[in-house]
Every structure is written in structure tokens, then in C-alpha cells.
């Protein structure tokens, strides 16, 4: 496992602490932009389903290096934001 999983305090809710990276011989993310790190924790997320491996959470983490070539970076958000001539929706995606 990259980055073992913290129940969030009061909560039946894991998060995937980044800053544990460093810890399990990745680099450090501490200086990353806020929008790569969201990526990485949510890639932290699919490496533990196996959908994701350590080489694109340590390409995600050294970014913005370039990542080897067989680096990938799946994106799927269980919430989204959109924007129409309504106003704005957020709607929570139904995963399995």
C-alpha cells in the first residue's frame, strides 16, 4: 500500500493523508498546488482498489516532472460542479 488510509476523527470517513507520502519513500507534496494535490489523494484512493499504481501516484507527486510513459492519472470524481444558464449544480456521481 502507498499511503495506508486515516479514519477522519468523529467520522465513519477515510482520508488518504498526502503528506504521509514522504514517509513511504515518495517525494514530498507540501509544494504542490492545491489542485495536483487534490489529484493525487484521489489517485492515493483508486491505487488501494487497484485502479491506480505506484508509479502514477509517484509521478503525480514529483509533478511537474515529466512522468515516465506508462504514468496514468484516471480522474473520476464523485462530485461535480456544473455551471449553466441556471446557476450552479453540484450533484454527488453514483459509483460502485
Not at 24 to 51: F, I, Q, Y
Not at 75 to 88: K, N, V, W
Request: one cysteine or more; aromatic letters at 4%; charged letters at 20%.
Amino acid at each position: 500500500m502507498i499511503a495506508p488510509p486515516s479514519r477522519l476523527t468523529g467520522t465513519e470517513l477515510d482520508i488518504y493523508p498526502i503528506n504521509a507520502l514522504p514517509k513511504n519513500g515518495h517525494a514530498d507534496p507540501s509544494g504542490l498546488p492545491m489542485t495536483v494535490k487534490v489529484l493525487l489523494e484521489g489517485l492515493l484512493r483508486l491505487s488501494e482498489l487497484g485502479v491506480s499504481d505506484d508509479r502514477s501516484v509517484t509521478a503525480l507527486a514529483t509533478w511537474p516532472a515529466p512522468p515516465p510513459k506508462d504514468a496514468q492519472l484516471p480522474f473520476l470524481p464523485g462530485r461535480a460542479r456544473c455551471g449553466g444558464p441556471g446557476g450552479d449544480a453540484i450533484g454527488d456521481e453514483a459509483r460502485r
